[in-house]
């Protein structure tokens, strides 16, 4: 069955940088679109950068130029290098299989969250 580990997640201080993964496992990764979301106390879970089979990105206006979304399929990983990070991005960090389609963004099979706190 599919299984997705997120990790990496911490306490960092507004302007620092920190680095999420994801690791993938029970199905054929390099054929699978991946994603990240979050969601912050009190708000909708929201998409912030996918990955297609391809390599192409797309990101979140609020996050573009500041978090970049990576795979590395030797690995079955995905990443999410997150600087510059706000106070406005802590949340409750989750991977996902799925995209961004028509404008709206899907998640399909689900990893369990990494928080990341930015005080």
């Known amino acids: 069955h599919v299984q997705l580990v997120e990790s990496g997640g911490a306490l960092v201080q507004p302007w620092g940088s920190l680095r999420l993964s994801c690791s993938a496992s029970?199905?054929?990764?390099?054929?699978?679109?991946f994603s990240w979301f979050r969601q912050a106390p009190g708000n909708q879970r929201e998409g912030v950068a996918t990955?297609?089979?391809?390599?192409?990105?797309t990101y979140a206006d609020s996050v573009k130029g500041r978090l970049t979304i990576s795979r590395d399929n030797a690995k079955n990983t995905v990443d999410l290098q997150m600087n510059s990070l706000k106070s406005e991005d802590t949340a409750l960090y989750y991977c996902?299989?799925?995209?961004?389609?028509?404008?709206?963004?899907?998640?399909?099979?689900w990893g369990q969250g990494t928080q990341v706190t930015v005080s």
């Open positions: 029970g199905f054929t990764y390099s054929t699978y679109c």
């Open positions: 990955i297609a089979t391809d390599g192409t990105t």
């Open positions: 996902a299989t799925g995209g961004k389609y028509g404008g709206k963004w899907f998640g399909v099979d």
